[in-house]
C-alpha cells in the first residue's frame, strides 16, 4: 500500500485544481448505511416507495418517517477521519472542490466549505406549494409531515429518482470536473446517473482520476488509480 501512497500524494502535489466526489461511503465509518450493498438501505426499504416524487404524492407520511429516522441517526452521527482528511486537503490547497452526492451534511460539520450537493440536503425543507426553502434541524421533527407558513405541505430538500439536480450546483459540478486536474472519486457505486457521469467527464478532459473504494465499481476501468480500502483510513494517509 505503501507504493499507492506514494503515487496518490505525487499525484495530488502536482495538481493545479483538485475535484473530490464523494457518495455514501465516505460516512460508512460514521456509522450511516450506504444505499447499496449488504446492510444497504436499499435492501430493507424500496427506493420506488421512499425516493420518488412517485413515493412520496402516495405516502407522503411514510416518506417523512423514513427521514426523519434517517435525519435522527444521521444528527447522532460523528464526521469520521475520512471527512476531516478531506477538510484538511481543502485548506492545503486553493483550487479545491468538493462535489458530494450525501445529503447528511458531515462534511460541513468536519470543516469543508462549499461543498456542491448535488443531491440536496436532508436538514433543507422545501414547500411543496410556494417552493420557500428553509433550514430545519430538529430531529425528530415536531409533526409530519411538516407544514410551510403558507399552510403547505412541505418534502425533504433532496434528490429523488426522475428528478432534475439543482441546476445551478449542477452547472458548477459539471464544470468542476472539466476544470480538474485531479479527481479523486470516494465511497460511491457510480451507478446513479447523471452525478456518476462526472468520472467519465473529468478523465476525456484530461484529469488523472484517482477511487477510494471497498469495491471495484462501474467507472474503475477508466480511472488511473484504485485504491481498495476504507476511505477512513486512505484519506489521512493521503494528507498526512
Ligand atoms: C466504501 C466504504 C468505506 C462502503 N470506504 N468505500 C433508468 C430508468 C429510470 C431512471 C434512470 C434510468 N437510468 C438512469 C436513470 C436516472 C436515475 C439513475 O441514475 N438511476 C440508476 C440507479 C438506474 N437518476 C436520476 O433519476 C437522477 N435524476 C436525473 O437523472 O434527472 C434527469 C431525469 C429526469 C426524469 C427521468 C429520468 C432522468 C436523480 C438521482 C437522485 C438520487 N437520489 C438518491 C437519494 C438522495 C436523498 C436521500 O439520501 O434520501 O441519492 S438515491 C441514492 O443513490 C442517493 C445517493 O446520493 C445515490 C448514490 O449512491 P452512493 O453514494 O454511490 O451510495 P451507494 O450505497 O450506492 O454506494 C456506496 C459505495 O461506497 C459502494 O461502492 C461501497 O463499496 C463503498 N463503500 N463503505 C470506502 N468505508
Ligand atoms: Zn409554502
Redesign the pocket.
Known sequence: MDHLRQLCREILAQADSIAVL?????S??SGIP????AG???RSHR?ED??TPQGFARDPKLVWEW?DW?RAFIAQAEPNA?HRALAALQSQHANFTLIT???DGLHDRAGSTGALKV??D?WTVRCTVCHREREDRRAPLPELPPRCACGGMER?G????????PQDVWIRAEQTARRASVLLV???????????GLVGLAKSAGARVIE????E?PVSSIVDVCWR????E?LPRLVS
Do not use: K, M
Not at 186 to 196: F, L, Q
Open positions: 464523494t457518495g455514501a461511503g465516505i460508512a465509518e450506504t444505499f447499496r450493498g444497504g438501505l436499499w427506493a421512499l425516493a427521514y434517517r475520512g452526492q450525501n445529503v443531491h440536496g436532508v425533504p433532496v434528490v429523488w429518482f426522475g428528478e432534475s439536480l470516494i465511497g460511491t457505486s457510480a451507478v446513479v446517473y447523471p452525478a456518476a477510494i473504494n471497498l469495491e465499481t480500502g476504507p476511505a477512513a486512505i
